[in-house]
């Protein structure tokens, strides 16, 4: 599968933010300094966005980039990426900055992509978008949700919640996405 493009790609090493003036994508890497794009066209998440409250059967918004022949093309992929694709990297970024916070002690990050944004997105192979993929969407979802919930004070259970959001990515990718499992198994907070 194409997600498995990670096992090849350096990108993840250190890899720098590409800047795609024509598109107006920032893309973002593990390691790099973050920095998002507030581009309409790549839709980063508000509580305004639809992507926000859409489900399984929303029907996927064409020609938006990241579909279909409009790959979100950047030095790091030449092929480009998928809507999906994109919006992991993104949750990928947010998972580490949301352990810094756990470890810390500290409030959690502004969301930027919001975690319900997966479930309407386009991914690289159409047969991805099923109904396991949708449950699994939505139990990474309410993950995420509990541990917004957990006061800071209460450390452990934070690092419990955090840790069950690292097992909900890890469960969806056992099923959809074998290669970045042990990177994101060594997102997990140790106690
Ligand atoms: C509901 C299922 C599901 C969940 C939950 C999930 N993923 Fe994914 N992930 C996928 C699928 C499917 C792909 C392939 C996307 C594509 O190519 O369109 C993917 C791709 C990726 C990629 C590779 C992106 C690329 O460059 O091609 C990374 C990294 C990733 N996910 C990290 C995460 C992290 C971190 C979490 C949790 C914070 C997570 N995923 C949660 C299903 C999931």
Not at 80 to 106: I, N, P
Not at 165 to 176: E, R
Not at 184 to 189: A, N, P, T
Request: charged share 20%; aromatic share 6%.
């Amino acid at each position: 599968m194409d997600c498995c493009r990670y096992d090849t790609c350096p990108r993840w090493i250190g890899c720098v933010l590409v800047a795609l003036p024509l598109l107006g994508f920032g893309g973002a890497c593990a390691g790099s300094s973050v920095q998002r794009s507030t581009d309409s066209d790549t839709k980063v998440a508000s509580q305004d966005d639809p992507s926000v409250r859409c489900t399984f059967e929303s029907p996927l918004t064409p020609d938006v980039l990241g579909s279909p022949g409009k790959p979100i093309v950047s030095a790091i992929n030449p092929n480009g990426d998928s809507e999906l694709a994109w919006v992991m990297r993104e949750m990928l970024t947010d998972l580490k900055q949301a352990k810094e916070a756990v470890e810390q002690k500290a409030a959690l990050p502004r969301e930027l992509v919001h975690p319900n944004r997966m479930r309407c997105s386009w991914p690289t192979d159409p047969g991805t978008r099923t109904v396991v993929f949708d449950v699994m969407a939505q139990g990474y979802v309410s993950q995420w949700e509990y541990l917004k919930t957990v006061p800071t004070t209460s450390h452990t259970d934070r690092v419990n919640a955090y840790n069950g959001v690292v097992t909900s990515c890890v469960g969806c990718h056992t099923q959809f996405c074998q290669g970045p499992i042990p990177m994101i198994e060594s997102l997990k907070i140790g106690q």
